[in-house]
């Protein structure tokens, strides 16, 4: 909680005490609804004018043995009345099922914070399975924490009893006692989860029903009992004015994409194979057909990509989702469409690795593949969104860019901001730039005969004859007079036939090169936060980018001179990416993998570097930045 | 509605600028030749016709045609044609592959564009050898067969490209050879008319790796004894004096001397029409010497594309829905309102 509580008394005659924010956390097991129950806290916090940031983190095992340490399942909401970028490093209050969840969470509770248990579920079967040998709620072992023991279990029963469902039914409503209880801890009113229960079990009369009292009975219990020590207040944040939603990075993705091929005027063809954490592009885009979406369940991962490009071909925006191990299977085809030079665009929600790694959990240790992982020098465009929202923007982009320069474009998310959420201020569809596209319609050359009236006799169409850009015409089948063929082997520059002459492979390596480096003339400067110049540059990408800026702003407050740039595009990297370098004297790297992003910066730039990475499947906390920039201008 | 006449054609026309490749006397050329004259009266602009292909010697096919073309990677051709095929319902796509390239690298994306019933007509052309990579035993290699990587002869069993088109559910499925012109030129008409997913099989004689492995169906002295051309409502009859006949015994067929053993009312009346693949199949097993082996079309049935049922839902949906409007869209949560 932040130092600036204070104390008030509520309405009911109880204290309040006003904080800044607050970071919550439910876990369970994941059959427990600990999901739901924080989907349903981040609604209200939002709705109620908090700034709000989460962090889902859930096991790979859809349902593990119950109350196992394998198959804890948390969600973590950080609500505050100030500007925030990440879902908390601490928890202020920590919201446990069962055994299992208190030992895999508890270390992520501050000292003297709350802990509320349900002490229903600690009976000598709950310790075995999280392998305690010792009751914790017993041995003194949680002193430093504000205990609230609350038997859940039979609270809940207890309300649901005259709703006519099973003892499994009825228990499967605990997830609803808990948020009410918090609810009433929070001061967060109940308007808006029971109107969600109401649309949501409107078949299941008596569900509904149960649900409804279950929430209740725990928002009164809290009132009730003396066992709660405080209410909490977090004020209003003071957000840009405007109406807002909730929205995940993959929500924003696909909403990214549907608006690009809207404001291009293109059908939008997505096809995918599913995989963690990435699938939910394909749900979501799935059920958008009366936008004129396509979607195909592909049988693998390469027939994902390949019929993404056989799409964009045939003149639609194609785009594969993805995790790394599925970037893996497609790198062949994503070759031929640089190659072929067809507009694709490839979004890898990246997951810890190598191999199947951690599916369930973030890293960035995908980039250097997306910039080289195909054979030949193979260059393609990467992108990269800072935040779930970002997402939408960077849809966008990936578009526009594909489109514009007829090259595969990779946009890297990760699952940290794939299904973490934050505010989103609708944008204003009116104001939505165009994505101009241009099939051509005539040949363009002509056969060398000039008419008395100075005009030309057309010649053939020649599929690699390029604008200034070097960017070749997308000429598309059932246009009369432009038959022409491409494909994977090399082109002759120009008329695009196959061609192995050693001049021309290496003129049209160069000039695939240039093309991708073209991009960067259409693409924002960097931008620097907090110090134009100084000792030291943070410099970051993708979705680092909360943790990295709240470190630089609690690093200012201390008076050091320090600045944060963030890489939204990869490659090619700004035009000012050099002549940002020459402000500061230090530069520091945080990124979740061994080094990636730094090592193409030395390359690149020759600057003296320093890495922070980190490889544990989890986004960074601010204070391990904080460390690293005291340590880095010590 | 006025119907506007397509331009006559001639095959030469359908001729791309490119030089034709191939070795001298491979049975491509006479696949390319037939393709040609077919597509000057299968009534389609050729604007609108696209040839893809994945790697091998058939695959350079594309590049030989006036069309729209794709020479795509290893295996993955069925992949791109499905995804063009989805963007593009207009288009004819046709799919040019090999044994290699269909049936082993890209064996899984065959069986599942077939089974989705997307309309593209897929030529298979089968040498049983890889040809490009220089004579290395393929996946409808025979049993034994002696090649540079096979040097003791192969120990895999080979797949059976018709069996494996009915398994994956294929709509149209029929065999014909690059010997017989007139039998090909057929089936390619056949094939383009076909709504929904075609897969044929081409027999075709690689002149340098596997020289003469179907002598036995192409060449005049043994082809009416070793091929049987199946007619739609006609018994099944073959040889040369026309008096063998496929009967069923029970589940099995067999060979019947027609006025020794049956008459022609014994024999099996072939029906592509058929919505039960069984008698499909069974025909697709035959193989010299026990049976003759089978060309024509064993199976053609209705059944609607995949680009059909996507088109139907789009229009559920809008019809639900309205038209994508993408204020709805983003607002399409719980909203609230910072003042």
Redesign the interface.
């Known amino acids: 909680m932040s130092a600036t509580a204070t104390l008030s008394v509520s309405t009911s005659g109880r204290k309040v005490q006003e904080v800044e924010s607050i970071t919550i956390r439910f876990a369970g097991d994941s059959g427990d609804g600990m999901q739901l129950a924080g989907t349903q806290f981040t609604?209200v916090s939002?709705?109620?004018?908090n700034d709000i940031a989460t962090f889902p983190d859930f096991p790979a095992e859809i349902r593990a043995p119950a109350g196992t340490l394998a198959g804890v399942s948390g969600f973590q909401v950080h609500f505050a009345s100030t500007d925030i970028h990440t879902p908390g490093d601490r928890l202020n209050c920590l919201i446990v099922m069962n055994p299992a969840a208190l030992k895999t969470n508890l270390k992520d509770l501050e000292d003297g914070g709350v802990l509320i248990v349900n002490s229903d579920s600690f009976g000598p079967n709950d310790l075995n399975k999280a392998k305690y040998k010792v009751n914790p709620l017993e041995d003194g072992s949680l002193k430093g924490y504000r205990v609230i023991r609350v038997p859940i279990d039979k609270l809940n029963r207890e309300s649901v009893k005259e709703c006519n469902l099973s003892p499994r039914e009825a228990d499967r409503c605990k997830n609803f006692f808990a948020l009410g209880l918090v609810y009433w801890m929070f001061e967060r009113p109940m308007d808006?989860t029971l109107k969600w229960i109401k649309d949501k079990f409107s078949k299941k009369i008596d569900v509904l029903e149960a649900n409804t009292r279950a929430l209740k009975a725990g928002y009164n219990y809290g009132e009730t009992v003396e066992a709660m020590p405080v209410q909490y207040r977090v004020a209003k944040a003071k957000?840009?004015?405007?109406?807002?939603?909730?929205?995940t990075g993959n929500e924003a993705l696909a909403?990214g994409l549907?608006?690009a091929s809207?404001m291009a005027e293109k059908?939008l063809?997505f096809?995918g194979y599913p995989i963690t954490p990435a699938s939910d592009i394909l749900h979501q885009l799935a059920d958008?057909?009366?936008?004129?979406?396509?979607t195909?369940q592909?049988?693998?991962e390469?027939?994902?990509?390949?019929?993404?490009?056989?799409?964009?071909?045939?003149?639609?925006i194609?785009v594969t989702a993805t995790s790394g191990p599925g970037i893996c299977l497609k790198a062949?085809?994503i070759?031929?469409a640089v190659m072929?030079e067809l507009p694709l665009v490839v979004i890898n929600v990246q997951r810890g690795g190598p191999s199947t790694g951690l599916p369930t959990k973030t890293e960035q240790a995908d980039l250097l593949q997306a910039m080289f992982g195909r054979n030949g020098e193979c260059p393609v465009a990467i992108i990269a969104p800072q935040s779930p929202g970002d997402c939408f923007d960077m849809a966008f982009e990936a578009v526009r860019i594909a489109t514009e320069f007829m090259v595969p474009t990779f946009l890297l998310s990760d699952g940290y901001i794939a299904n973490g959420a934050e505010p989103w201020a609708?944008?204003d569809?009116k104001k939505?730039p165009k994505i101009s596209i241009v099939h051509p319609t005539e040949p363009n050359s002509n056969d060398g005969t000039t008419h008395e009236n100075g005009t030309e006799e057309p010649g053939k169409f020649l599929p690699y004859k390029r604008n200034p850009m070097l960017v070749r015409p997308w000429a598309?089948?059932?246009?009369?007079?432009?038959?022409?063929?491409?494909?994977?082997?090399e082109k002759q520059d120009i008329t695009g036939?196959?061609n192995y002459e050693p001049a021309n492979h290496e003129h049209m390596v160069h000039t695939r090169a240039q093309k991708v480096a073209n991009i960067a003339q259409t693409i924002p400067d960097l931008v620097i936060e907090g110090d134009q110049e100084g000792d030291l540059l943070l410099i970051g990408w993708g979705g680092t980018y909360g943790s990295i800026a709240t470190a630089l702003q609690r690093a200012r407050r201390k008076g050091t001179k320090i600045g944060q740039i963030h890489f939204r595009y990869l490659n090619p990297f700004p035009k000012n990416t050099s002549e940002v370098f020459k402000r500061f004297k230090k530069f520091l790297v945080p990124e979740l993998n061994s080094g990636q992003l730094l090592l193409l910066l030395r390359a690149m730039f020759l600057i003296d570097a320093k890495g922070l990475n980190k490889v544990q499947g989890r986004p960074f906390l601010v204070s391990e930045i904080e460390e690293a920039i005291e340590k880095a201008i010590a | 509605m006025a119907v506007t006449a397509l331009p006559t054609l001639k095959p030469q026309d359908f001729a791309s600028d490119q030089e034709v490749r191939w070795c001298p006397g491979c049975g491509d050329y006479s696949i390319l030749a037939q393709m040609k004259k077919a597509l000057t009266t299968v009534n389609f602009p050729r604007e609108k016709m696209v040839f893809v292909s994945g790697i091998g010697c058939s695959s350079r096919f594309p590049y030989y045609m006036n069309t729209y073309g794709f020479h795509t990677i290893h295996g993955r051709a069925p992949t791109f044609a499905t995804g063009l095929r989805i963007a593009r319902p207009d288009l004819q796509v046709w799919l040019v592959t090999g044994d290699g390239d269909g049936l082993s690298i890209g064996g899984n994306h065959l069986i599942h564009a077939l089974r989705r019933n997307v309309d593209i007509k897929v030529l298979l052309f089968n040498n049983e050898i890889y040809g490009l990579t220089k004579g290395q035993f393929s996946p409808t290699s025979r049993l034994g067969t002696k090649t540079k990587s096979s040097p003791q002869g192969s120990v895999d069993a080979p797949v059976r490209p018709l069996s494996l088109a009915l398994a994956a559910e294929a709509t149209f499925v029929a065999r014909t050879m690059d010997m017989d012109p007139n039998h090909l030129t057929g089936i390619l008409h056949r094939a383009a008319a076909h709504k929904g997913s075609a897969f044929v099989e081409i027999y075709q004689n690689c002149k340098i790796f596997n020289d003469g492995v179907f002598d036995y169906v192409t060449d005049k002295s043994s082809k009416a004894d070793n091929a049987l051309f199946l007619e739609q409502g006609k018994p099944m009859i073959f040889g040369k004096d026309r008096n063998k006949g496929i009967r069923l015994n029970g589940l099995n067929p067999e060979v019947v001397t027609v006025g020794k053993d049956c008459g022609v009312d014994d024999l099996v009346m072939h029906d592509e029409k058929t919505e039960s693949a069984t008698m499909a199949y069974l025909l697709s097993r035959m193989m010299v010497p026990e049976f003759p082996e089978v060309f024509g079309v064993l199976r053609q049935v209705s059944h609607p594309t995949h680009e059909e049922l996507q088109a139907k839902q789009a229009e559920e949906a809008t019809a639900r829905r309205g038209k994508g409007d993408l204020d709805k869209l983003f607002r399409n949560d719980d909203l609230w309102v910072v003042e």
């Not at chain 1, 939002?46 to 004018?49: E, L, N, Q």
């Not at chain 1, 598309?476 to 082997?489: A, K, Q």
């Open positions: 609604n939002a709705i109620m004018g808006a957000i840009a004015p405007g109406t807002y939603r909730k929205i909403m549907v608006a809207q059908q063809v096809s958008m057909k009366n936008f004129g979406v396509k195909l592909a049988e693998d390469i027939a994902g990509v390949g019929a993404a490009i056989g799409a964009a071909y045939g003149g639609a194609g062949e085809a070759g031929l072929t609708i944008p569809v939505l598309v089948p059932g246009t009369p007079g432009l038959e022409h063929r491409i494909g994977g082997i036939n196959v």
